[in-house]
């Protein structure tokens, strides 16, 4: 056998390919940080001269509209084609016309589901003949089961806790073979034979996605911990027990994400002034200045700045804290000018444009829709960041936020607990700031240790902040990522795996 296996990686999302993966490469579909982290790993094997194939529905909608970041590279190199092709697009009308990866409405989801992993089992992997198989949560749960059948080693990746279900029959009928591993499969109820089964009996596609992969990771070691632990009521108990029971067997661990490269303010095409760990402090004012003028913000180099980056949901994200404290943040730190600036979409944006709206401050706050290159220029020009979390299966813009120099504010939960540890300059460590009890009192707690940060001698703040910025670049990158799951292949595969 080979020392370079052959790796097929089967997700829903990707937000771009390698530009030397041939004429598909520049196809994007997003719809979360799945979309980020698939891209990164992809792309890392794919520099690491990893034999990697990737699986990806065709949303042909989609891919036609997308505006993609290498466009602005070299023609030379994206001209360039690879003798084999490694992308391989799962054909079907249900995705075709897509303006989103995800629907919202949960029987369309499961058609588009269903008819990636028809294609993918009964296509893909043929044609593929991968030594090994990675699966991205609950959109590819049922391929492990067919893996399991097949004798493919089968890695099952959970980046959201989200789950849908669907009986044997409705599955049929949309052209995969169930019958042949059901056995494999994870059903609400105890089955006794196929055929007592196939109608009725659900199958929760999560569930069986951990139940049936050969190894299963979450993209972070604390967050694995906390389900095992129950500590999130919201997580299902068959998806908890099932991934406790992998935990046990020794076939479970935790890997963090990484950020794409992209960002780097030393590189970042984005922002108005790069900059890097050495020249960070006149250039985070260029781009504050920058960021101030454009929404027409006070103008004010000393002003201190917070960015909230993440979507505003207030089942996870914990927007409704932020809105608690809001305008104490503004009154209390009034002299110093603090000030607010959002870049996110979410059922939240409405309640935040009440608050400025209310108590009149428009030049204080700034309350804009995502749009990614406003969010890169707020991260350059952002002297703390706010991420207060209620649970995290990894996160990326903490780790951002270091790349770039502002500063993490973080509930200690999941992902952000493996990222963050608390700053303290006295001893030279740490790169942000936690709190423990998810509540507004906790996250004002966070704002005021930040703020007492912000208050110190100017040559301590740099001296820290160059340091977290240097310690963030080494820490938080794909290469590192990807070298992780080169390992874990390898353990799978159970041989060294040589690139």
Wanted: proline share 5%; net charge negative; aromatic share 10%.
């Amino acid at each position: 056998m080979s020392n370079k296996p052959r790796i097929l990686i089967v997700t829903p999302e990707v937000t771009y390919l390698p530009e030397d993966m041939g004429d598909q490469s520049n196809y994007s579909a997003k719809a979360g940080g799945l979309a980020d982290v698939s891209a990164a790993l992809i792309s890392a094997l794919f520099d690491l001269h990893c034999d990697v194939h990737v699986a990806l529905p065709d949303y042909r909608s989609i891919f036609k509209g997308t505006t993609t970041k290498i466009h602005n590279r070299e023609l030379a190199k994206i001209r360039k084609r690879l003798d084999e092709e490694r992308i391989h697009l799962a054909a079907d009308r249900a995705f075709f016309y897509l303006d989103n990866v995800y629907s919202g409405y949960s029987d369309k989801d499961l058609m588009v589901s269903l008819a990636f992993q028809r294609e993918v089992i009964n296509n893909i992997i043929p044609r593929v003949n991968p030594d090994i198989i990675h699966c991205n949560d609950w959109m590819t749960g049922l391929i492990p089961a067919m893996a399991r059948h097949l004798e493919i080693p089968c890695l099952f990746t959970i980046h959201n806790i989200h789950t849908m279900t669907s009986t044997m029959a409705e599955i049929e009928d949309r052209g995969i073979d169930a019958a042949s591993f059901w056995q494999w499969l994870f059903f609400k109820q105890p089955p006794g034979h196929y055929e007592e089964s196939r109608d009725w009996n659900r199958v929760d596609f999560l569930s069986s996605g951990i139940f049936a992969a050969h190894y299963v990771n979450t993209v972070s070691p604390t967050f694995l911990r906390e389900v095992v632990e129950n500590r999130h009521p919201f997580v299902e108990d068959c998806v908890r027990s099932e991934l406790t029971n992998k935990f046990h067997a020794g076939c479970a661990t935790g890997i963090l994400n990484a950020p794409e490269p992209e960002f780097n303010p030393a590189v970042d095409g984005m922002i108005r002034y790069n900059y890097g760990p050495k020249n960070h402090k006149e250039n985070k004012i260029k781009n504050k200045l920058y960021l101030q003028e454009i929404l027409e913000l006070d103008s004010d180099e000393n002003a201190v700045l917070f960015f909230w980056p993440s979507r505003l949901d207030p089942v996870q994200k914990g927007c409704q804290l932020l809105a608690q404290i809001m305008y104490e943040m503004i009154h209390h730190y009034w002299d110093a000018d603090l000030q607010i600036v959002s870049v996110a979409s979410g059922e939240y944006e409405r309640h935040f444009h009440d608050i400025v709206r209310h108590h009149g401050l428009g030049r204080r706050i700034a309350i804009c829709g995502f749009n990614e290159a406003l969010s890169h220029q707020a991260f350059a020009a952002a002297d703390f960041l706010l991420m207060p979390s209620s649970f995290e299966p990894c996160g990326l813009p903490q780790m951002v936020g270091g790349i770039y120099g502002a500063l993490p504010i973080v509930h200690d939960t999941g992902g952000l607990h493996d990222t963050i540890q608390q700053l303290d300059p006295a001893n030279n460590s740490g790169n942000g700031f936690l709190f423990n009890v998810h509540d507004a009192a906790g996250l004002k707690w966070a704002v005021d240790q930040a703020m007492h940060f912000s208050f110190l001698d100017a040559e301590i703040k740099e001296e820290q902040i160059k340091r977290i910025m240097i310690e963030s670049v080494l820490e938080f990158n794909h290469s590192r990522c990807a070298q992780d799951y080169i390992q874990l292949y390898g353990k799978m595969l159970k041989r060294p795996f040589i690139v």
